[in-house]
């Protein structure tokens, strides 16, 4: 099956455009599970058995397991394993490098931890894009416009009338061959997803940035979806992770993320039938 | 210490601007060496034992480490372990993420594996960087002017009147306030290079693209050295790893080395003194 294919297929099943961010900072654990290794990894099953029916796929931000030093692989890929299999997951580690070693990138996500997909940085070019939309099974998620505030420093500059990230997009569209590239842009620029969109009428947009950082919601569902109000994919991470830092962690995140989903479900009722 | 006296002190002691590129792809190995994570190990301290009196650097290229899997970062850890302490290491893995994740990064290259310096992608901002510049012990190498093809694909684009890449190497600038940012450009683009170096006199400059990639050495030493012939950085890969397929792949790694270094010393003498 395309990554297309099951991304269509979990977002109808779960009536989900929740994306669950799996950030798993152990100094933010509740306080009995501890802070070692094992604990990220029983608090991600926790978090996964209470949310995946809620939610059409899981971003796990590569950063905070390779903080976890030796043992952090292995906790990515036992975390992996407790992902039901028709739920997407997203290797969050914005990846970019020359041709031979973006290559290695690669194999490390789709070949070793078996990611249905990647976030990827566009500044290399396409050879560092590349080795990640080799299969349509798999998809890369190029940075567009990203959630942070940092996106104004580069990301804006304008060239020829039009800004760096809408290159980057015209580009990500022209490299997109196989129907399996994506892109990433932050629910903290409502206005500019709309011409996104437009530009790229029918790729899966990866939007983080709600909870937490402040971003729209209502704009993300509005102009994130496809004409079918599908291919969002609106993440939250630790609004959903650290709803609670007691025992009932789990049960929280569950309701935060039914309170998200059904947040979503409603705007997409309005904008899309 | 701080990293540019680090830097200074051992470009001066081994007389050298080399660093070597530890990319190393087990497909490579001499096949006596066989193919397993061990053998990995074993190459990269025999390289190591061969050539660290005629490198200023050692630059692990994480991608080849990752796609390991399991063992990876081991491999990483005991190889930085076979390093001379007086020898630069740089862990080349081209991070950038939103502040809170960049902190992560910073935490996994700098705290967990003690590496002295980080490459980082610009095109998210300010907050991606910064937490790889908290300390003037450690270093951020920010990409401007990458060795690939892909480098011309926005790298170049013009933003009134001047390319995207040296917005890059101003921004990084104003961000070296503790004196600790360095540039990586490629030696595949010579002409670029000195205006580089006007804009940003007095700091690392990484020149990735010589041997393999074909870049233009004597442009690297003339163009990527600060005034005093220093503080250019110029990395080897594939040349030196793989000089040899055989048994005696350390002593023509060691050949390469004093072969390399010596070039660079040359032009050093003809354009420095």
Not at 230 to 254: H, M, P, Q, V
């Amino acid at each position: 099956m395309t990554f297309i294919d099951k991304l269509r297929r979990v977002q109808r099943k779960n009536k989900s455009l929740l994306c669950i961010g799996l950030d798993t900072d152990p100094a933010k654990l509740p306080r009995h599970l501890g802070r070692s290794r094992g604990a990220v990894l029983h608090f991600n099953q926790s978090i996964i058995e209470a949310t995946s029916d809620l939610a059409c796929a899981y971003k796990l931000n590569l950063a905070f397991y390779e903080a976890l030093g030796e043992r952090g692989w292995a906790v990515i890929r036992e975390t992996l394993a407790a992902i039901p299999r028709n739920v997407i997951t997203i290797g969050d580690g914005k990846r970019g490098d020359i041709g031979n070693t973006a290559e290695q990138y690669a194999h490390a996500l789709f070949d070793e931890l078996q990611f249905d997909s990647a976030t990827v940085n566009p500044y290399m070019g396409y050879d560092s894009v590349e080795p990640f939309i080799r299969s349509d099974k798999r998809c890369a998620f190029v940075l567009a416009l990203t959630s942070n505030e940092g996106s104004n420093d580069f990301q804006r500059l304008i060239f020829r009338g039009r800004p760096l990230y809408e290159k980057v997009v015209q580009a990500a569209m022209k490299w997109n061959t196989k129907n399996n590239i994506g892109l990433v842009v932050g629910a903290t620029h409502p206005t500019e997803l709309e011409p996104i969109r437009i530009l790229s009428p029918s790729v899966p947009i990866l939007i983080p940035g709600i909870g937490k950082q402040g971003g729209d919601l209502e704009s993300a569902v509005r102009f994130g979806c496809d004409a079918d109000g599908e291919l969002a994919i609106i993440n939250a991470s630790r609004s959903i992770l650290f709803a609670s830092s007691g025992k009932d962690f789990a049960a929280a995140a569950r309701n935060e993320a039914l309170r998200l989903r059904s947040q979503i479900q409603n705007y997409r009722k309005q904008f899309f039938s």
